[in-house]
């Protein structure tokens, strides 16, 4: 047996255990962080950070009741003055506001205000629309008008439609009964005109009548209308159905009603 190679093997061996142990040692040291590195990825890191917190909030918002989430304010319009105008009022609610509204409108009836619900609705099978009331306030029992219609293949024009029937059952539901709460109310004509409307009013039992609308389109139109944003761009059968409303608001105004569409 050689000697020298006995003392190589071993001096080997301790070099191989040295190395060995060097290795465990700077794996057990804190690395410092490379500043470019760590710079690289911070934006990337900064925007998943900032993408999952609006997630979270937006999941918070869903889960709040729809009156703690903030809506737009009350909007409250008219049509500018003239004879191709809408003659009433246009009240646009926020959500919760205009359920609050709609659900308390029963609570204390006035015999002389008619309330009218209008729909409209268009599918591929067919277009319609409905328009529900109560004929008397302090009844419960609802009177109904449903309407087939052709022609018309807009949802917003089933939606005008439907405010036209209501306006149009309003004209013919106005009686010639006086109303007492109307002619106890009324303050002395100052013009001929006044005077004319006056005595209008003395002779119908409706004074004011409220249609409820589920399409914003709709009031944002009436209230624009002689003059809407992108004239040039509606239907024909979209201005008719609009003038067909002014006319109607129009007579009900002559015949002393106020009309307001929600």
Excluded at 62 to 73: C, E, I, N, S, T
Excluded at 152 to 161: A, D, G, N, T, V
Excluded at 218 to 232: V, Y
Aim: proline share 6%; net charge positive; hydrophobic share 30%.
């Amino acid at each position: 047996m050689n000697p020298s190679s006995g003392i190589t093997s071993t001096a080997n061996i301790r070099k191989r255990k040295s190395e060995a142990e060097d290795t465990d040692t700077d794996s057990n040291t804190p690395q410092a962080k490379d500043p470019t590195k760590q710079s690289q990825e911070s934006p990337s890191a900064g925007r998943r950070k900032q993408k999952g917190k609006e997630k979270r909030q937006r999941v918070k918002l869903g889960r709040r009741k729809p009156d703690q989430v903030a809506q737009q304010p009350t909007r409250l319009f008219s049509a500018p003055p003239g004879q191709d105008s809408f003659c009433g009022r246009l009240i646009m609610r926020a959500r919760s506001d205009a359920y609050k509204f709609a659900t308390s409108i029963y609570t204390t009836p006035d015999q002389c205000t008619r309330v009218f619900w209008a729909d409209g609705s268009y599918s591929e099978d067919g277009a319609g629309a409905a328009v529900v009331y109560r004929p008397e306030a302090r009844e419960r029992e609802w009177a109904h008008r449903g309407y087939a219609v052709s022609g018309l293949h807009k949802s917003r024009e089933l939606e005008l439609f439907a405010i036209g029937a209501a306006l149009k059952v309003a004209v013919l539901e106005a009686d010639t009964t006086p109303c007492s709460s109307a002619s106890s109310q009324q303050s002395p004509p100052s013009s001929p005109s006044s005077q004319a409307s006056s005595s209008t009013l003395e002779r119908s039992s409706t004074t004011a009548v409220t249609v409820f609308t589920d399409c914003k389109r709709c009031l944002d139109l009436l209230g624009s209308w002689p003059n809407p944003t992108g004239a040039g761009s509606l239907l024909s059968t979209t201005v008719h159905l609009v003038k067909q409303v002014v006319r109607l608001s129009q007579q009900l105004r002559n015949m002393g009603v106020q009309v307001e569409i929600h």
